[in-house]
């Protein structure tokens, strides 16, 4: 005799089915999820808004530039990043995405005139262009720094995160930089 299994839609939740709730959180199924799903699965789907509405990654970040060559080269070049596309757009003009290795969030590097760029640092700050996350600030600054990018703000405490730390840079394209090390 082979024993059935339940269909997917006659699958609710672990947590529901022990609380006991009758909150309709607690009686929500998930008709598309085969039996056995992965507490993963379930677990993302408890933190879901109502309303179907699932943003789950951010998609891209836009950086504005006044040469995506120069930035495209010091992106890929000395930082490592990984080229994502790079598509012609006509007159000139181009789509660049890049991404650090292994990152689902893509950098655009939007062509803006140098004037837009100044009036942008002038009303928004100097830290307009990206910030990006490194597994240690310290090492990374080191081997930058042979690399001949110059460090503008050293390593150091961030205020607003405990245990973080970040730095400055300024890239060869010209632009500013932040780099971050997660704390607690």
Known sequence: MTASRPSASSVTP??????????????????????????????????????????????????????????????????????????????????????????????ALAAVEPEILEALEARAGRMTHGWFDCDDVDATCRDLRGRGVEIV????????????RWAQIRGHDGNLYGLTQRGH
Do not use: K, M
């Open 153 to 164: 703000v050293a390593p150091q405490a961030t205020p607003w995160r405990e245990g973080g």
């Open 14 to 107: 672990r947590a529901s089915r022990r609380s006991g709730s009758g909150s309709p959180t607690a009686r929500r199924r998930w008709p598309n999820r085969p039996y056995g799903a992965s507490s993963r699965c379930r677990a993302r789907d408890a933190r879901r808004p109502p309303g179907g509405i699932v943003i789950v990654n951010p998609r891209l970040a836009v950086l504005y530039v006044s040469d995506q060559s120069r930035t495209l080269e010091f992106l890929t070049g000395t930082l490592g990043f990984e080229l994502a596309a790079d598509v012609p757009q006509g007159e000139g003009r181009r789509w660049v995405e890049v991404r650090p290795p292994g990152a689902q969030t893509c950098v």
